[in-house]
């Protein structure tokens, strides 16, 4: 008896998988027995219950919290719903969402916002399930939020800049979800056979739309950060993000490069020679051609001043002129609405 | 978006107090998960799919929301035939490989792909049944905590104020060349996106402005619960007795 191939038959799963990669990401209702399913549940119920317990926290400082949170919700579920395109696979797949929502909110925080997402998909869209919502919460709220968040802080924390720090809190927020979901997978499925070569199989068959989709993913969350620390920094201070020093510590760095520059700069300049000098009067003088004086000297005297209060005065005078041209006669006619009002509305005006 | 809105308003089965269909639902769902064959879980997926035609779902729904978990089946089935097992059921060479399918394979991909059409039959037979307000009141009333079932409701609520600004954002950047080419496309979506996010903290700001000048004190008010009728027990009990019996032989 011939054993097949297994490249076959990480073909066929990753060739099966490609059109509706939404496969990948949740796992599907009834897929896991009922002792992986309640396992899974068990693994998610503390850091749920953690999350429950920051985001009544964080209400309780501020009302706005919890819509915040719901609309966060709302956001993670369309972003999951997109499709993007995957290079190399030729095909589309969907982000997970939960690398900057870790960032923004917190991995605890995330965890709920990430159940929300996939309850509702789970309900009404059969993406991933009821059964399985402990495993999904696992790979992509639980792996998803947390390895995004520590990816972000831990290069943060070094100095790494922010856009970096949130590209490599996508990337490794995504693969860490594909890595648990292949764990969920083998181990629900594997029935009496072994685990980990079909472990390897499963996450062999992720590799071409997920390697490419966590790079994809990585940038959208670094366009996202970007994007928000440039518009709404203060979004950031107030999700924790960043810290207002560090804004502040930004800002007059800017400030003071920009006074540095503007002083400095022109002072600087003027100890510079031009093309003129450098190049054209250069090459004139070894053609035998000496600088002259100019017939009309701009740098001597008070000249530039004396043409431009001659420009002043005749600008002033034909402004002056010309302006019943230029404003009063563009508008409607001044008198024409009193004259053209009925004596009734005259009488009731004047009365008023 | 259609998905999220259906309701079969009209049929019997809607009259139904939420809390019972959700609990009759997540016994049967146990039952599937974990009975060990195949004939329980496609008598229970057969049934749903015979309440849902009752309901009158339109094709298209009802094609979207199974299309995925069929496609699930297959990958599975074709994993597990040609993958587990040790008797050959029948061998055959397509494109140099030799593939030889296992009868175990087999068993254990139709159990596994029976599993997944009767968990799936029966969780769309409930949101068909079920308007998303009265799942959450039933939710609420087994326990889960008030906090996730509020996020619920505002991520329900604005999932379709989002996905139209997502939709005009889009729009908007197909007519000024979005999405025109691959570099182009990954930095169009990135804006959407993060323009969404804008809008969800604007939107939150202005929503929970709203909700404090209304008395909002950080706690929605819930739902108002009624008692249950005797019928709806009497159905709830007979359903469970009965497919209990089927569990078990």
Known sequence: MKKVAPGFVIALIGGLALPQNAVAMHIAEGLLPFNWAAFWFAVALPFFAWGIYRLNQRSSEDLSFKPLVGLMAAVVFIISCMPIPVPFAGTCSHPCGTGISGILVGPAISVVITAAALLIQALFLAHGGLSTLGADVVSMGVMGSFTGFLTFRALRSVKVNMAVAAFMAGLFADWATYFMTSVELAAGIRGEGAFLPLFWKVLIAFIPTQLPLGVLEGAMTAGMVVLLYKKRPDLLIKMRVIKAREVAVIGAVLIALTIFFSGVAPAEASKWTGVDEVVIEKIAKEQGREPREPLINMEQGDLPLFIFLVAGVVGGFAAGYYWRVLIAEKGPPLCRGGAERSPEASAKIRGS | ?249
């Open chain 2, 1 to 249: 978006m259609h998905l999220l809105e259906y309701y079969a308003s009209d049929h019997w089965l809607s009259r139904i107090d939420a809390r019972v269909k959700l609990l009759v639902t997540l016994i049967v769902l146990v039952m599937v998960l974990s009975y060990r064959g195949v004939g329980f879980q496609l008598l229970v997926a057969a049934l749903s799919l015979t309440l849902i035609m009752s309901m009158k779902i339109p094709w298209r729904i009802f094609l979207l929301r199974f299309s995925e978990p069929l496609l699930i089946v297959l990958v599975v089935l074709l994993l597990k035939i040609f993958f587990t097992g040790h008797d050959p059921l029948f061998s055959f060479n397509i494109l140099g490989f030799h593939l030889t399918a296992y009868r175990e394979g087999l068993a254990e991909g139709i159990a596994i792909g029976s599993r997944i059409m009767a968990a799936i039959s029966l969780m769309a037979v409930l949101v068909y049944a079920t308007p998303f307000p009265e799942l959450m009141a039933a939710l609420s009333w087994l326990k889960v905590p008030r906090g996730f079932i509020e996020i619920l409701l505002y991520a329900y609520r604005y999932i379709f104020v989002l996905f139209e600004e997502a939709m005009v954002i889009y729009q908007a950047q197909k007519n000024r060349l979005g999405y025109a080419n691959f570099r182009n496309r990954l930095s169009s979506f990135g804006i959407l996106t993060g323009s969404l996010i804008l809008k969800a903290f604007e939107q939150s700001q202005t929503l929970s402005t709203a909700m404090v000048q209304r008395g909002y004190d950080g706690n929605m008010p819930l739902f108002q619960r009624r008692p249950f009728r005797s019928s709806e027990i009497f159905l709830s009990c007979l359903v469970v007795t009965v497919m209990g019996i089927l569990w078990g032989i």
